[in-house]
């Protein structure tokens, strides 16, 4: 019973996809590039590419997730490098003081 319980609980956040920007855990669309891209790439005209991201990591800028709005630093920048500058969707928890989320999933988009 406990686990119907939890599977219906995960299949309501899936099927909410709730924006985190409103809430602490949430299904979301959004790339993961890195922090000087995502804040920057329009005005300096970055190479945004997965090349020119892992080399901004390599220089010491963080991953992010960037939803086109807001840059959420991811929790774990390490299992993030398989997936620079590609398109994702995520389940997440984010905490709002911080505005660093963990990721649960991942799937490309």
Do not use: E
């Amino acid at each position: 019973m406990r686990n119907h319980f939890i599977h219906a609980i995960l299949v309501a956040i899936i099927v909410s996809a709730a924006p985190l920007a409103t809430a602490n855990d949430g299904l979301m669309d959004a790339i993961i590039t890195d922090s000087l891209c995502a804040a920057n790439h329009k005005s300096i005209r970055l190479s945004c590419d997965a090349t020119g991201v892992r080399s901004r990591i390599r220089a010491g800028t963080k991953y992010v997730l960037w939803d086109g709005r807001y840059a959420y630093v991811l929790s774990d920048q390490k299992a993030a490098d398989q997936w620079a500058a590609r398109k994702v969707r995520v389940l997440a928890t984010l905490d709002a003081k911080t505005r660093q989320v963990r990721i649960i999933s991942i799937v490309a988009r």
